[in-house]
């Protein structure tokens, strides 16, 4: 997922990917603590989707805000 995808996105449907990314997040981390977590590296790439996605949600938000002052 790039930031090219996201920008293409609707705020709702990056507030449900975001949603999503978290939960993998949550079951990731529930497997790293039960020595179960296949692939650590998951754990950096979830992260970083989580923070493109707030990225872009608050740059939506900031163009929002502009365009109505």
């Not at 990314?21 to 950096?44: G, I």
């Amino acid at each position: 997922m790039n930031a090219k995808e996201l920008r293409d996105k609707t705020p709702d449907q990056l507030r449900d990917e975001l949603a999503k990314l978290k939960k993998e997040a949550f079951n990731l981390r529930f497997q790293q603590a039960t020595n179960q977590l296949e692939s650590t590296a998951r754990m950096r790439q979830v992260r970083r989707n989580v923070a493109r996605v707030k990225t872009i949600l608050n740059q939506k938000a900031a163009a929002a805000a502009a365009s109505e002052a």
